[in-house]
């Protein structure tokens, strides 16, 4: 295939180009340290649909920067408009790539928060640069675990690591998350995106019914709790949002200060 770009322009916030049957997504928002907001989540799952659509596109790939790969959802976006239902941008964002067919390879680099590390779960292959720092600080922000992390990461880490990570919030580096079986391989950060997409490619050069197929049976199993799990997390984090844990967190950080969570 031509180096098709189905992308808007480079400085499109996600730009999304497709390559030798690999459809690349690039987390582009730096000066946020690529945090992702309604918008750019919209433009995710479009992009999921559109490649699960295409026969042409037979393996995604998602990458951010070699410095970050994503300080998690915009906080701003959370004070200012909240997802209020199950079909705001982020919620779709995380039923397309938890349900998508075709395989997904991730790279990461640097910090990987909140939903830049939750989705992750739900990727097939996972390389990270030695920089990579993964957090699911979702306590820390008044709030509860998303993309179904209340359920992959008990299962995959054990509940004694889990509780670390999604109730004290703690980051964990690459070498723990390679331990944990989150990510594949760890290489230099300048090698990250370029071993993503070899993945990606030697992926789509092999038979997509196969691929296909076998992706489906490995995750039948977990397949219709996931989802459930995803709306019933879906529903507290809405809710939860709007309440004052939640609104004092977000103010703090856009004020620059710790929150005070004594009166909540
Ligand atoms: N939402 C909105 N803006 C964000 C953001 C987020 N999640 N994360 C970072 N930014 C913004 C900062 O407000 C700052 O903007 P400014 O230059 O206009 O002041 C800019 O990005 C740089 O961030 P800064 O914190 O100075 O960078 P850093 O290198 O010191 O730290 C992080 C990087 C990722 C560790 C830190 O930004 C962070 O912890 N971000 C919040 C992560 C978070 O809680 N995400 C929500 C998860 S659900």
Redo the contacts with the bound molecule.
């Keep these: 295939m031509s180096n098709t770009s189905i992308a808007s322009g480079q400085d499109a916030e996600i730009l999304t180009h497709v390559d030798a049957g690999v459809m690349t997504l690039t987390i582009n928002r730096l000066d ?2 690529n ?1 992702i907001t309604a918008a750019m989540y919209a433009a995710m799952a479009d992009a999921l649909e559109s490649a699960h659509h295409d026969a042409a596109v037979r393996a995604v790939v998602i990458q951010g920067h070699e410095t ?1 790969f994503s ?6 976006d959370f004070l200012n408009k909240p997802p209020s239902t199950p079909d705001s941008p982020v919620f779709r964002f995380l039923r397309g790539i938890s349900s998508f067919t075709k395989p997904v390879v991730a790279a990461v680099c640097g ?1 990987a ?3 830049g590390t939750t989705m992750l779960l739900h990727c097939d292959l996972v390389y990270a640069g030695d920089n990579a720092a993964f957090s699911m ?2 306590v820390n ?1 008044g709030l509860c675990p998303e993309a179904a992390s209340s359920l992959l990461v008990p299962q995959l880490m054990g509940y004694a690591r889990a509780a670390e990570a999604l109730l004290l919030g703690e980051p964990f580096t690459a070498e723990t998350a390679l331990e944990m079986g989150l990510i594949n391989r760890i290489v230099p950060p300048a090698e990250v995106n370029a071993l993503a997409q070899q993945q990606a490619r030697k992926l789509a050069a092999k038979p997509m019914s196969s691929l296909i197929e076998t992706k489906r049976l490995m995750k039948k199993g977990n397949a219709s709790v996931v989802a459930e799990r995803m709306a019933e997390e879906g529903a507290s984090f809405g809710r939860m949002l709007a309440e004052p844990a939640a609104r004092e967190a977000f103010t703090a ?1 856009m004020e620059k200060r710790k929150p005070d969570f004594s009166a909540v």
């Design positions: 946020k340290k945090s970050i300080a998690g959802n915009d906080i701003g910090p928060v909140g939903i600080p979702f922000l950080f």
